[in-house]
């Protein structure tokens, strides 16, 4: 056997190797911990995830391992817990972002299946909600309000990123491929209700006057401004959290999670660019999974009720942040693409010259024949190797409610009633010892992970 045709048999071998292994699936098994969860066994949520740990960090990474682990502590009340993994979280998105905007050519060649996963927009800047809520549980409206503050940092810096992101590519991969990126896309997402909703709520038990008034008119301003984001209307409580309660009485709110945010699924087109030859694109796309909560009301110890209404559609807000970075996915796609069945193309047209050139027909049939093998692995490779990224935490909540009540100083129990669109009871959750008292920070927080 000649050294031409070892080598060809080698690269035929890689190629086989390599298209199992992009083949090769990272699915992680996590139905008792899903299912503890929609059991609202928080706690027992947590721990199996935690008897996981090597196992799903091997799979699926550390960055998705501390955004899971972060949410499930946080719904168990483990707050300190909570905010270690989400602090991790944070910190290697951000990593995972400053490596992209410095990304070579040959960055683009690789598929972000083979790269530690870097993060979902929504997944980073609601972490920061999340960990504002374990300091209330501690104690700390300070630090919380501070949280408050970079949640509202990073959905400003949105725009700017993807700006920064596309430019990269565009000087980079862009143009040796010959694509043109599309950079004109703009967010429709700037200003977060929900954060300015918390933001205000503690600014008022802070005493802090004038920054409840500012963050209650950017609540209104969240919904007059981004339509898109907030079909529904202002709940009623906005418009009571920063009145005078009546003597001997407290202002107190409760804000609801209910749902899963959305899930990711791969959506592959096929693009022939010579009767032998095509481009495959696989890109992500997030589906939405509503909740089946329909309305929630309260029901104190006192005989008290009251409603919650939507605030935020965190769901919706995960879509309009993911809009942004499909069409940076989109490009890198495209452009890595292009590149590999440029590869192939120039196996074809060597083959043809070589097989065109050989001083006899044997040596031609022979040509044609591994050329033909090689375009045919180039082509297995290329099929195999362009897999969308589908990767995602699991545990976000689809919808966030909020409301509130005046209450006289006391110690209170709440029963939180969930129910679908018929009227049917779906969950409740029973909040004890709740510490009703001037000064004290009147917010509570509840859950439903249907």
């Known amino acids: 056997m000649s050294r031409r045709t070892n080598r060809i048999h080698t690269a035929l071998l890689v190629a086989a190797v390599m298209a199992a292994t992009f083949s090769c699936t990272s699915a992680l098994q996590l139905q008792t911990v899903t299912q503890n969860h929609r059991q609202a066994d928080y706690q027992g949520a947590y721990d199996e995830l935690k008897s996981l740990e ?48 410095t990304a070579n050519v040959a960055s683009y060649l690789v598929n972000d299946n083979t790269r530690a996963y870097q993060g979902e927009d929504y997944e980073d800047i609601y972490a920061n909600i999340f960990k504002a809520l374990n300091y209330v549980h501690m104690g700390d409206p300070e630090a ?98 920063l009145t005078f309660p009546a003597e001997g009485k407290v202002r107190v709110n409760l804000v609801a999670f209910t749902g899963l945010a959305p899930y990711k699924e791969e959506v592959v087109e096929r693009f022939w660019l010579s ?43 995960a879509q309009e942040a993911f809009r942004l970075k499909r069409s940076y996915i989109e490009s890198k796609t495209v452009i890595r693409s292009l590149l590999k069945s440029t590869g192939t193309a120039f196996i074809d047209a060597t083959t043809d010259a070589m097989s065109s050139n050989a001083e006899t027909s044997d040596e031609a049939n022979s040509i044609q024949f591994y050329g033909t093998l090689l375009s045919f692995a180039s082509r297995l490779f290329n099929e195999a190797s362009e897999q969308a990224d589908v990767r995602l935490s699991h545990f976000y909540p689809d919808m966030a409610w909020v409301g509130g009540v005046d209450l006289p100083v006391g110690t209170y129990d709440a029963d939180v009633v969930y129910r679908d669109r018929s009227g049917r009871i779906i969950h409740e959750q029973n909040l004890t010892n709740l510490e009703v008292a001037h000064g004290n920070l009147g917010l509570w927080e509840s859950v439903c992970p249907l």
């Open 275 to 317: 009767p032998g030859n095509y481009v495959k694109i696989a890109l992500p796309s997030m589906v939405e999974r509503p909740t089946s909560v329909a309305s929630i009301d309260v029901r104190l110890s006192n005989g008290t009720r009251f409603v919650l209404e939507p605030m935020e559609d965190i769901a919706m807000v």
């Open 144 to 241: 919380a309000m501070v949280e408050l503050r970079r949640f509202a940092e990073k959905q400003q810096m949105l725009q700017n990123k993807y700006d920064t992101l596309m430019a990269a590519v565009d000087s980079t991969a862009g143009k040796q491929a010959g694509y043109q990126v599309d950079a004109g896309l703009s967010i429709r997402f700037s200003s977060s209700a929900l954060g300015n909703w918390l933001h205000m709520v503690l600014a008022r038990d802070s005493g802090e006057v004038s920054q409840a008034q500012f963050s209650a008119n950017q609540v209104r301003q969240a919904f007059a401004k981004q339509p898109a984001i907030y079909p529904f209307k202002v709940p009623a409580t906005v418009a009571k959290d």
């Open 54 to 101: 090597t196992h799903y960090v091997e799979r699926q990474g550390r960055l998705l391992f501390a955004l899971d682990a972060g949410l499930l502590a946080h719904y168990a009340k483990q707050w300190d817990s909570s905010n270690r993994f989400l602090d991790e979280a944070e910190r290697r998105i951000w990593e995972a972002y400053t490596e992209s905007i």
